[in-house]
């Protein structure tokens, strides 16, 4: 069995969204709910300063906390790493959303589209989606299954690669397995670029970015003040 | 209509193969439909036009089509009364009535004066659309056609010197091949514009392989963020920058690709004492020196054994020098200390950066490609809006492409590329084929280009009778005139024999995206009759007098969107793809496109003649693939017979509708065409003073003073208003940039790309650095107030931000809509066009480039904190 885990290098994403774009199509995500996000964050000072953008989604935790704190066990990590919600046994009480540390998750309010009337699109996309439950990036669990059923590998054929990661512009993102040390997911986490968000943090997120490698250059100042 | 597709019992679901239409570069898209519905779309893994990614906007595309905000009829306005915030109590119409309406206007303008028709055409796509629509004009008789605000606020000058420069619209760095890279104002591969999608993966293997990025820009924009070095300049003040880094190479250190110059450029062609060439007095053909003979020689003579760049010669009685010794001579005066007192650029940065660029460029190294040599300069000076958008537009892209020119690395390997301006063509057909070609002179003509006119040579200045006045413009593309403070002074001065009494618009919003909206408005309320297909009621329309439910780029033909491939297509080695545009789901309600509107006006109207055979002109289409010329056509017919044109006869529309694309490789002599293309660059522009000295004569007919210091041969920086407002209240130099997420004003409605630029603190906010702030008593997220010398104010929250030049206040792209039809754009950004003065005095005199800067000062608005 496998353990999914994705890469994300800072130093190719510029923080164009498409991920968050890719997702929001992949997934029908209703309004105000955006699995995959990117923010962005300045480092340094003037003129010695970078922005850095930033894609966020839910880490797929060894140790989630939002799994702890689910009464129901609609929350639950599965054999391959998935963490995943399932949503017929999820209550909505929302004890995940304010347990994870990454505000990875969104309770789904109300049935509403992003205008006054559903559009044929979302009434199509959102019927995945159950009112009042909380919803999170699943690694394109569906999509990933479904490619493997058909005898391909996530990470290297698109059609079993979550669609963030097939579609990033700057090809910054990465998929495979984790417990296969030749996978370029292990080669990169190996790589000595890469870092976790919240260091330290006994969740150990199975996503891992790279590191921008931007050297803060003095910002064209030859005595570098 | 959605129970009726609930009721069908067969499961639809496909993949269809199209393009994406939410910007210029059509990248190829696959479209999910299932029963009926558009699902998903993804980019065409098959196509080298965008290779299977997608920029956000791309994907987005979906909410687009869907927004049940769109048109859906033909609407008329019952309230005669037209201005900002005024409703124009739309009716539904049919599309009979609407054509009838139309056409007679049309008819009668025509009789009168077909100059009287006003069209306007968005930037935001180049699809088929826009053929129809500028053919259309050319054939009811009318100069008056029109980009809306992109032009304006992209392309005077960086066009103007990619034209003159690459044979293409714009340029690039050789992603695969470029060591090093300077950008001036650009976020090539970063963002939104030329090829994003796919200059943004070979940007990322670049930074990923080591390239060296300069980025010179106020902001820490998107390039900047990836950059290794960020150069925080004043804005404005690029040119200067540039002609002290030439100071650099030429006087300080000597570094200079002699070779290139010699054979590629003007430089080598005697200059007399006036500022012209000094002629053949049999041939008219420049002359240069051969020092081999010690003889003049035409520049062309096959016997020339070395060019002079250097020294004083005497032709013809007179003394004269090579352009080359000229240029060098006259940058001395831009030391790297003066330009220092003008950018805020240290002066030793300035020399570092131009020795590091002229060590990288390698000169005199080359490579192998595919069994052929050819020069190897690893190094490219790139400009784009950023540098360009000032009142010194074309000086400034004239001097930061010298840059390139001066190293010999213009179009060739791992140097800066010009976007596919030789093709050879499909290897069965031989078609698209185009190169740039010799002027008489031996400069370069462009070979392909976006609509007929050529940027060399430039046109003969006339007097005007163009709105736009283009005819004292001709290195100029987009006028402000159209739309100006001061263009009824001008008209009346230039004599302008007739008004413009109906606009047909497709698509733009120049209410939002050509300058201060209150200027346009006043611009557009005069002309009596407009006729606006869009796809949702904007502040234009809110100026119409009937408005057209136009189609989403899922719902109609396009034929070659990828042809001319000068800005969307990459540059570089890969693969030539063209694709086609094909409705993926039927279309709903009414809609129609803007090209089948033209086509039956022009039908209506009587001169289907005339359009027929414009665009067989446009298309380029010869027998048998010609358009016939006694019958309206279809186009789905002018798609099938310019696909067969170029591709041949078993590859009509039919084959592109199965295949989506076709691709071939590119061949090295293509990419890097230079070093086998007999045309000269001009590194002195002696056409620029000829045709001053002609512009000069025409406005002193007419009593109209226009700045001439911009007409001059050799490059110069001129400071811009901002740069001359000494009131220290004003303190700020305002400016906007491109979103990754927007294409201008025409993304701003999507749902999607709405809530990312929530999500983005620099989307919809004003930023500033925190010692402004700190100095100002204003903290982030305050609401202020941005006003410009002139008064003209907008207000918006603040974006605190340690990435931008302490002097500098930005703000991202054509937002702060307010018009109702757009409620998810409605109030989202702040509208940076407000700040603009839209007149001669802030219009680049060269190429009428508006001057996109403002000095501003800022303070908090009353209500505080939003
Ligand atoms: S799509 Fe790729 S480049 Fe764009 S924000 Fe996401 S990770 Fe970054
Ligand atoms: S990121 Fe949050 S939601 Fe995802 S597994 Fe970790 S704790 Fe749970
Ligand atoms: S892996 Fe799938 S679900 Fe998760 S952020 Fe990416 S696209 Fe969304
Ligand atoms: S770059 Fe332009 S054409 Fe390509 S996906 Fe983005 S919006 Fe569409």
């Known amino acids: 069995m496998a353990r999914w885990g994705m890469v994300i290098d800072l130093a190719r994403c510029i923080g164009c969204a498409g991920c968050q774009m890719a997702c929001k199509a992949e997934n029908g995500t209703p309004p105000g709910i955006t699995w995959c996000r990117v923010e962005v964050k300045d480092i340094g000072n003037f003129p010695a300063v970078r922005r850095i953008p930033l894609p966020v989604q839910c880490m797929h935790c060894r140790e989630p906390e939002c799994e702890k704190v689910c009464p129901t066990g609609a929350t639950e990590k599965t054999e391959s790493g998935i963490v995943r919600v399932d949503s017929e046994l999820c209550m909505g009480c929302r004890a995940c959303v304010l347990a994870c540390p990454y505000g990875a998750r969104y309770f789904y309010e109300e049935k509403k589209g992003y205008y006054e009337t559903l559009s044929l699109f979302e009434e199509l996309a959102y019927k995945r989606h159950r009112v009042g439950t909380v919803t999170k990036c699943d690694f394109c669990q569906e999509r990933v299954e479904r490619g493997l059923d058909q005898g391909l590998k996530p990470g290297v054929d698109r059609e079993a690669t979550p669609a963030c990661v097939f579609n990033c512009m700057t090809k910054g993102r990465f998929f495979g397995d984790l417990d296969d040390p030749r996978s370029t997911v292990s080669l990169l986490v190996a790589s000595g670029r890469a870092f976790q968000l919240l260091p330290g943090h006994p969740s150990d997120p199975q996503v891992y970015y790279l590191t921008p490698g931007t050297t803060l250059s003095a910002g064209g100042r030859e005595d570098g003040k | ?866």
């Not at chain 2, 939002?512 to 006043?522: L, R």
């Open chain 2, 1 to 866: 209509m959605n129970q009726e597709l609930h009721k069908k019992t067969e499961r639809e679901d496909r993949w269809i193969p199209t393009i994406c239409g939410e910007c210029y570069n059509a990248c190829s898209i696959l479209v999910r439909v299932v029963n009926g519905v558009v699902r998903k779309i993804e980019g065409n893994p098959d196509s080298p036009i965008g290779m299977g990614r997608l920029c956000p906007k791309g994907t987005a595309g979906i909410m687009t089509m869907y927004d049940p905000n769109r048109v859906n009829a033909p609407l008329k306005r019952t309230n005669p009364e037209k201005g900002i915030g005024v409703d124009p109590r739309w009716q539904e119409i049919t599309w009979e009535e609407a054509l009838a309406t139309v056409a007679e206007k049309l008819k009668k303008v025509r009789r009168e004066d077909p100059k009287k028709l006003f069209m306007m055409g968005t930037t935001t796509t180049v699809s088929i659309q826009r053929g129809v629509s500028v053919s259309f004009a050319t054939a009811f008789g009318t100069p008056n056609h029109s980009s809306s605000g992109g032009g304006l606020h992209c392309g005077n000058g960086a066009h103007f010197a990619a034209g003159l420069f690459h044979g293409s619209w714009s340029m690039v760095p050789d992603f695969e091949y470029c060591q090093y890279a300077i950008y001036f104002g650009s976020s090539k591969g970063h963002a939104a514009g030329h090829a994003a999608n796919i200059n943004a993966q070979m940007a990322a293997d670049a930074r990923a392989r080591g390239m060296k990025l300069v980025v010179v820009d106020p902001l820490c924009s998107f390039a900047a963020a990836k950059s290794t070095e960020w150069v925080p300049i004043r804005p404005g003040t690029d040119g200067a920058m540039a002609l002290a880094m030439i100071n650099t190479l030429l006087n300080e250190l000597g570094i200079y690709d002699a070779e290139y110059l010699q054979k590629h450029t003007n430089a080598p062609y005697l200059i007399g004492p006036d500022g012209y060439y000094v002629k053949d007095l049999d041939s008219g053909k420049p002359l240069v020196w051969d020092l081999g003979t010690g003889a003049p020689k035409c520049f062309d003579a096959s016997d020339v054994m070395d060019y002079a760049l250097e020294g004083v010669f005497e032709v013809q009685g007179t003394r004269c020098q090579p352009a080359f010794t000229l240029l060098r001579e006259h940058v001395k005066s831009y030391t790297a200390e003066k330009a220092e007192t003008i950018s805020t650029v240290p002066a030793a940065t300035i020399r570092r950066l131009a020795r590091e660029f002229g060590e990288h460029s390698r000169i005199g190294s080359t490579i192998i490609m595919d069994g052929k040599k050819f020069p190897f300069r690893p190094v490219a000076a790139v400009v784009f809006r950023g540098a360009q958008g000032h009142k010194n537009s074309a000086h400034t892209c004239y001097s930061i492409e010298l840059l390139n020119q001066i190293v010999g690395c213009s179009d060739v390997v791992g140097g800066s590329l010009g976007f596919n301006p030789v093709s050879f063509g499909h290897p069965d057909t031989g078609q698209p084929a185009f190169a740039p070609t010799p002027a008489p002179d031996g400069l370069l003509c462009p070979g392909t280009w976006l609509t007929p006119h050529r940027i060399y040579p430039p046109r003969d200045p006339a007097p005007p009778q163009t709105m736009g006045l283009k005819e004292i413009h001709p290195l100029g593309q987009s006028s402000p005139y159209v739309v100006s403070a001061d263009q009824e002074e001008l008209w009346t001065k230039f004599n302008l024999s007739y008004r413009p009494e109906v606009m047909l618009n497709y698509g733009a919003n120049p209410v939002m995206t050509m300058g201060n909206p209150g200027t346009v408005i006043e611009a557009l309320k005069k002309i009596p009759f407009i006729v606006s297909s869009n796809l949702f009621l904007n502040e234009f329309t809110d100026l119409a007098d009937i408005v057209l439910p136009d189609t989403c780029y899922m719902e109609r033909y396009d034929t070659l969107p990828n042809s001319p491939p000068i800005l969307n297509h990459p540059a570089g080695m890969g693969e030539w793809g063209f694709a086609i545009g094909q409705p993926v789901v039927p279309r709903q309600y009414q809609r129609w496109d803007y090209g089948e509107f033209i086509l039956e006006v022009a039908d209506r109207i009587g001169i289907t003649r005339e359009l027929n055979a414009v665009l067989n002109m446009f298309y380029g289409l010869q027998p048998p693939y010609e358009l016939p010329p006694d019958r309206k056509t279809t186009r789905e017919e002018l798609a099938d017979l310019h696909l067969k044109f170029n591709f041949g006869a078993e590859r009509g529309l039919q084959w592109f509708k199965e295949h989506g694309l076709i691709k071939w490789p590119k061949k090295p002599e293509e990419v890097y065409w230079r070093i086998h293309n007999k045309c000269r660059v001009p590194v002195y522009m002696e056409f620029m003073k000829r045709t001053g000295t002609k512009v000069k004569k025409i406005l002193e007919l007419f009593d109209v003073p226009l700045d001439l210091s911009h007409y001059e041969a050799l490059p110069d920086w001129h400071p811009c208003p901002s740069h001359q407002v000494k009131d220290p209240q004003f303190d700020l130099y305002a400016f906007y940039y491109r979103d990754v997420l927007h294409t201008n004003s025409a993304t701003m409605e999507n749902a999607w790309l709405d809530e990312a630029s929530e999500i983005n603190p620099y989307s919809y906010n004003i930023t500033i650095h925190p010692a402004v702030g700190k100095k100002k008593g204003i903290q982030n997220g305050d609401l202020i107030w941005v006003e410009s010398v002139s008064g003209r104010k907008v207000r918006g929250k603040v974006n605190l931000s340690e990435g931008i030049n302490p002097e500098g206040l930005a703000v991202a792209g054509c937002m702060g809509h307010w018009a109702l039809g757009m409620p998810k754009a409605k109030g989202k950004g702040v509208l940076f066009n407000e700040l603009l003065e839209l007149d001669m005095n802030h219009a680049d005199p060269a190429n009428m480039n508006l001057d996109l800067c403002v000095k501003v000062k800022i303070y908090r608005d009353h209500q505080g904190r939003s």
